[in-house]
């Protein structure tokens, strides 16, 4: 899943098998990055793009910097939990 950042996040589906650097890659060249999800509406959101029509696992932004959680959009560090 790509997302766009503006005043509201759109959400994109890309069902082609990809690692998470190709996942990452593609969608910086077509779109802005791999999905960042800040809260559960956002969360059911980016589900909703792919219902019905994929059911299995699929990359987002969110990766272990060895340290902490980050998001590589824009590399915020996860505290834990969503944002409010």
């Not at 996040?9 to 069902?15: A, H």
């Not at 219902?51 to 902490?68: C, E, H, M, P, V």
């Amino acid at each position: 899943k790509c997302s766009q950042s503006s005043c509201s996040r759109q959400y994109y589906f890309v069902n082609v098998l990809k690692s998470w650097d190709g996942a990452q890659k593609y969608c910086r060249e077509n779109y802005t990055d791999l999905a960042t999800i800040d809260n559960k509406e956002e969360m059911n959101r980016a589900f909703k793009t792919a219902r019905g029509t994929f059911y299995g696992k699929a990359w987002i932004g969110l990766y272990d910097d060895l340290t902490s959680w980050k998001w590589s959009l824009n590399n915020a560090t996860i505290l834990g939990g969503f944002q409010s």
